[in-house]
């Protein structure tokens, strides 16, 4: 039971900071509380004018009880809308501030928190997290406060009326509330199973649909679908074992319902034939027994309700109380534009504790130097460059940018100095030009040009339907790979960047296109410290410096034509390459592809 209220006090906590500072809120709720009043005391009062008074034959007066009625009731029907109105406008005002908070957070949350949860579920929890808290907001004033009112109010009166009536009502109602806060949390299991195989089930729906390449080449279309419609059996069961459950509960807290009214009356009308209460005393009381079982019934409904917004804001205080793991320092160093030296010192870093990827890895590249990356798929080139770019924290040993460490400076400052092409082309649903325009949103249609001319994409991009402002699809499913790889490099370029890292950026392009954007490195290279990691050894070439990885370590380090004369493993790799003609099967034969 205790658990459960933790869970309220951290919603409610939570709503009191974001939604408990506008004006328009706060007033809505005072409104609807003065409406609530009115109905509760105002209405009663009239009523008791006009019967008193009509007891008496004074029928003016009576008439005047009638305006009174009349005249309270009108203002609750004028109050009511104006309340949701400018409850409304709070509400709408901290909507966008809630989303674009919750929103921000979760696009700065370490990179490995995305590896680990499927977007389908991350997109979900976002709208479901800032839908449910107005919804929250909404219920507890226009519901949750009339139904506690309803049942507050009545038991003051009746209190005040005759003491002991009160103290039972009072006892009855709650053990009423105390058994319908068990019942609510007796459905919780259920309640978090069902939402479990929601989630699943929403995530691999998810999936589906951005795997829906592989999963209509290998022909699996029934296979997914019979996963997802599993998944959906398994939530109707879910939900049919929550609500037999829910059944059984609600006929105990009927049993109960009819116990509290039989009690009552039964005791009103001892008190009332034992003289110590009047008739009016007596009709006020059942009165309000009425009122407070009605106020009991929808608790019970609301209190259903009510936990499942609680539960669909849970899932957000992951991501509102997230600690990142990558953190920007208290005081950062301020970086400005740096030479671009880099420094990796004994570098030992996991993704899963225990298994080191990089194990005392060590990396000097003076500013300028342009330096060839080659080595097995997975033997951790990608992620010495996303330690260098901060993505992830060195478990041992220091990445250093012009001697200084990756961790003094935020990470913005940072990320600033270095273009990055990933191994997998990321490309948005928008126009060649966006796409480009990414990494220097304020540049020139001419600049945008000219970096595709310099990644060799510009011929492909201008043959386009709409030139650069051609859509290239989710994620660029209209480019080929190759074009995809390309557009990727021309946003690099743009950067105009100290550092550039290419990650395999020209693994998808055939060797006679991959030649072209070979000779145009000089000047994307040009007056840059550069690390191109590459499966296509011809690439490398022309770089100042070539390292091999393996098994997380560096195991040769020289130029090309010191790398063949020691004839270890690049010379190898470079010969075995070379007799295939290069060509990418060549490679695949060596184990160098790309992996995917
Ligand atoms: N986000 C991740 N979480 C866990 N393990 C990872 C992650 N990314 C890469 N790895 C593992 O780290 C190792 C090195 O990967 P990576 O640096 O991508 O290799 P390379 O780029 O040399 O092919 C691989 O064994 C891979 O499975
Ligand atoms: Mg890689």
New binding site residues.
């Given amino acids: 039971m205790f658990r459960g209220l933790t869970k309220y006090s951290q919603v409610y906590s939570h709503l009191w900071q974001t939604y408990g500072s506008s004006w328009q809120v706060r007033l809505s709720f005072t409104m609807h509380l003065m409406t609530r009043i009115g109905k509760l005391v105002g209405l009663p009062i009239a009523l008791s004018i006009i019967i008193t008074e009509l007891s008496k034959q004074h029928y003016s007066n009576a008439y005047a009880g009638v305006a009174f009625f009349v005249g309270i009731s009108l203002l609750i029907g004028i109050i009511t809308p104006l309340t949701r109105y400018v409850g409304m406008l709070g509400e709408n005002k901290i909507y966008d501030r809630s989303t674009t908070e919750y929103f921000s957070r979760l696009v700065e949350a370490d990179?490995?928190y995305f590896?680990s949860n499927l977007a389908g579920y991350l997109t979900t929890a976002t709208r479901q997290y800032v839908d449910s808290c107005v919804q929250l907001v909404r219920a507890l004033r226009d519901r949750y406060m009339t139904t506690l009112l309803g049942v507050l109010f009545p038991l003051v009166v009746i209190m005040w009326l005759d003491v002991w009536l009160g103290l039972v009502a009072l006892g009855l109602s709650v053990i009423q509330g105390a058994y319908l806060i068990w019942a609510s949390n007796a459905i919780t299991p259920f309640r978090s199973s069902a939402r479990e195989l929601y989630k699943e089930n929403s995530g691999r729906m998810a999936d589906v649909i951005s795997n829906i390449l592989a999963v209509r080449s290998n022909a699996q279309e029934a296979t997914y679908i019979k996963k997802v419609s599993t998944g959906a059996v398994n939530e109707a069961n879910a939900f049919k074992q929550r609500y037999t459950k829910q059944a059984k509960l609600t006929a105990v807290r009927e049993f109960i319902t009819v116990g509290f009214f039989m009690v009552l009356l039964w005791l009103t009308v001892a008190r009332m034939s034992s003289g110590a209460i009047t008739i009016t005393t007596a009709i006020i009381v059942v009165t309000y027994t009425t009122t407070i079982l009605t106020a009991l019934y929808s608790l019970s409904e609301d209190l259903d309700a009510h936990d499942d917004l609680v539960d669909k804001v849970i899932p957000a205080f992951e991501i509102l109380n997230r600690q990142n793991v990558v953190n920007n320092p208290a005081h950062p160093k301020k970086l400005g534009r740096v030479k671009g030296k880099i420094e990796m010192s004994d570098v030992s870093f996991a993704?899963?504790v225990g298994q080191n990827?990089l194990e005392g890895f060590s990396l000097r590249i003076p500013a300028g130097q342009k330096v060839g990356v080659v080595?097995?798929?997975?033997?951790?080139?990608?992620?010495?460059t996303?330690l260098l770019l901060r993505f992830n924290d060195v478990t041992d040993g220091s990445v250093r940018i012009d001697g200084i460490d990756v961790r003094d400076v935020t990470q913005t400052d940072l990320r600033r100095q270095v273009a990055y092409v990933p191994?997998e082309p990321l490309l948005f649903h928008a126009t060649v030009k966006e796409n480009v325009l990414l990494s220097d949103p304020k540049a020139t249609d001419a600049d945008v040009r000219r970096a595709l001319k310099q990644a060799h994409a510009l011929p492909f991009v201008e043959k386009l339907p709409d030139g650069i402002d051609s859509i290239v699809g989710e994620r660029g499913v209209k480019l080929s790979g190759g074009q995809k790889q390309r557009v990727a490099i021309a946003r690099a370029v743009l950067r105009q960047a100290p550092v550039i890292i290419l990650?395999?950026a020209t693994s998808a392009l055939d060797s006679e296109s991959e030649q072209i954007i070979k000779d145009s490195f000089a000047e994307i290279l040009k007056n840059k410290t550069a690390i191109v990691?590459a499966h296509r050894l011809s690439t490398l070439s022309e770089m100042d410096r070539i390292v091999v990885?393996e098994k997380?370590r560096c195991i040769e380090d020289g130029t090309h034509a010191e790398l063949l004369a020691i004839g270890g493993v690049y010379a190898g790799l470079w010969n075995r390459q070379l007799r295939h003609g290069d060509e990418p099967s060549a490679v695949a034969d060596a184990g160098l592809v790309?992996?995917v």
């Fill in positions: 990179l490995d590896h993704y899963d990827v080595g097995l798929s997975g033997a951790g080139k990608s992620t010495l996303k191994q990650d395999e990691i990885v997380g790309a992996d």
